[in-house]
């Protein structure tokens, strides 16, 4: 009688986070650039910054017509007469209420980045842009509303027409298709079925995961020194990049609990109570801070930006000044907002079954660009307005570090006890819209990897984000975090190109799509238990 040999066991990282080939190469591809960069600073500073500085010298162009695009795109779906289909069954109603709803897709989308860049980038767009000439120096008020302009332009309609494209073109294929809830199903009219779960299906889902990491790590890298420097304020602790490495990964931390605990218990509630202390720190400015010129600046702002959107937005610079100031500005935004693109529209999509595909586009393009001309209106006009009555009040600290004008602002605005109270209530928000990002994030990365809803994967991508934010932050800091959004946004500029060209085209052909999936468990299955409210 012959001997059984065992079968030799396959080695398994499933314990780490990691149980497939996609998840290993992943994470081999993130642990190579991490210990490159640490090995040589210098060297992977230049590497990034000379690979982002070829991006912009062929593709600005490119970063401008997607752009311009996708509002376009947006537009016609908004209007088309065959979008009042519903996201699933004819009969199905949306899972989330509106406020819900609403809190997620802010919470989601925006970031603590809508707090500390309200305050700088108006005074930054106000003592430089290629515009400034035309109004008549820094110091006059049509300077004031091409500020505004410009900061409004970076925040609004552009960046959520992205959010709209990636997300429908997910919750058609999903809800309408049948297909997985991942970023590489909104290309299926353009690779087939065939070829989504093949290679290029593959390929799209590991530039989307580095998209996501590139993105959120810009966020957190940015968020973490307007932390450092409002925490500053409140206990004396010194602005510098060592502590900004230890509030990262405190943050990530935080949002590897939050990602644990599940959307209803954790992300759900604190996008709700993100939104309600928003608003109350946005009201507090508005009775503290230069009520008439506010209201004055909003009218403006609002003329302005409808009457400009189309031209500030198509417009591309000549001159080697004005190419460099677009590169610093729009078309980091842009390669920023490209790269937060793949996580937020695969969340939006699973937020956003049973609403219509008309009222998908209105509302998720409409409503925040809305709030943000609201909101950067009032802590951006706050801004201008000290820095008119006080040359300098607000300027000097945001030209030392962005970071600060939040931290000037809120000094300049009340007295010594209101401002510490608003500096607690602000520095509240910049962990809490972190943290409700990161955690997004992590959760998304997990399934667009086919890792499920495990804890360690979870925890594994959240201490990967932590630690590439470190890398980027010890490499070069700010110009980093701007270098690696540029360059992951490049691919993706080109992806959500596709992808919106095949939503038209699909939505042309196929008014009513194939017969959609009866029971919400088959398309919840694909993403999380339809019991558990979790991302």
């Given at each position: ?113 809508l707090l500390y860049w309200a305050a700088a980038e108006p005074i930054l767009h106000q003592q430089a842009n290629p515009f ?57 009219p353009i690779l087939g079925k065939r070829n989504l779960d093949r290679w290029p299906g593959h390929l799209v889902d590991l ?49 590897i609990l939050s990602a644990l605990s599940g959307l209803a218990r954790g992300i759900r509630r604190l996008s709700e109570v ?262």
């Amino acid at each position: 009688m012959s001997e059984s040999r065992p079968v030799p066991r396959r080695l398994s990282f499933e314990g780490f986070g990691l149980p497939n080939r996609r998840s290993l190469l992943a994470a081999t591809l993130l642990l190579v650039f991490v210990l490159a960069a640490v090995a040589s600073i210098e060297t992977a500073n230049a590497a990034l910054v000379a690979t982002k500085d070829w991006v912009i010298g062929r593709f600005d162009w490119l970063f401008v017509l997607v752009a311009t695009f996708s509002v376009l795109a947006v537009a016609v779906l908004a209007i088309h007469p065959r979008t009042n289909l519903r996201l699933g069954p004819p009969d199905s109603r949306p899972e989330f209420g509106t406020l819900a709803w609403f809190a997620m897709l802010f919470s989601a989308g925006l970031a603590s980045g809508l707090l500390y860049w309200a305050a700088a980038e108006p005074i930054l767009h106000q003592q430089a842009n290629p515009f400034l000439s035309e109004a008549g120096g820094p110091q006059q008020g049509t300077a004031v509303t091409t500020a505004m302009r410009l900061t409004v332009l970076h925040w609004g309609l552009h960046g959520w027409a992205f959010y709209v494209l990636a997300g429908l073109g997910i919750a058609v294929a999903a809800y309408r298709h049948d297909l997985p809830l991942t970023f590489r199903s909104a290309l299926l009219p353009i690779l087939g079925k065939r070829n989504l779960d093949r290679w290029p299906g593959h390929l799209v889902d590991l530039i989307a995961l580095f998209g996501t990491v590139c993105g959120v790590a810009t966020s957190i890298g940015l968020s973490a020194a307007a932390l450092n420097a409002t925490l500053g304020s409140l206990v004396q602790l010194d602005v510098n990049v060592q502590n900004q490495i230890v509030i990262v990964f405190g943050v990530c931390m935080l949002g590897i609990l939050s990602a644990l605990s599940g959307l209803a218990r954790g992300i759900r509630r604190l996008s709700e109570v993100n939104l309600w202390v928003s608003l109350l720190l946005l009201l507090a400015f508005v009775a503290l801070g230069p009520t008439g010129f506010l209201a004055d600046l909003f009218v403006g702002t609002v003329v302005d930006y409808v009457s400009n959107v189309v031209p500030t937005g198509m417009w591309l610079a000549e001159t080697e000044a004005n190419q460099a100031w677009q590169a610093d500005w729009t078309v980091f935004y842009w390669g920023w907002w490209l790269a937060w693109t793949p996580f937020v529209g695969v969340f939006i999509a699973r937020i956003s079954r049973g609403r219509t595909l008309r009222e998908f586009a209105i509302a998720v393009m409409l409503v925040p660009t809305f709030v943000t001309l609201v909101w950067m209106t009032v802590f951006g006009g706050t801004a201008l307005h000290q820095e008119l009555v006080s040359p300098g009040a607000v300027s000097a600290a945001v030209d030392e570090d962005y970071s600060l004008g939040i931290v000037a602002v809120i000094e300049n605005l009340a007295r010594p006890g209101i401002s510490t109270l608003l500096m607690a209530t602000a520095t509240f928000l910049l962990f809490t819209w972190l943290i409700t990002s990161l955690d997004s994030a992590t959760l998304v990365i997990c399934h667009l990897l086919g890792a499920g809803e495990s804890q360690p994967a979870k925890t594994f991508w959240g201490l990967a984000l932590a630690a590439v934010t470190a890398v980027l932050l010890l490499v070069g800091g700010l110009q980093a975090l701007q270098a690696a959004s540029i360059v992951i946004g490049l691919p993706l500029a080109g992806i959500v190109l596709l992808l919106g060209c095949g939503l038209l085209w699909d939505l042309g052909r196929r008014p009513s799509g194939p017969q959609p999936a009866r029971s919400s468990q088959r398309i919840g299955a694909r993403f999380t238990p339809p019991t558990k409210l979790d991302r």
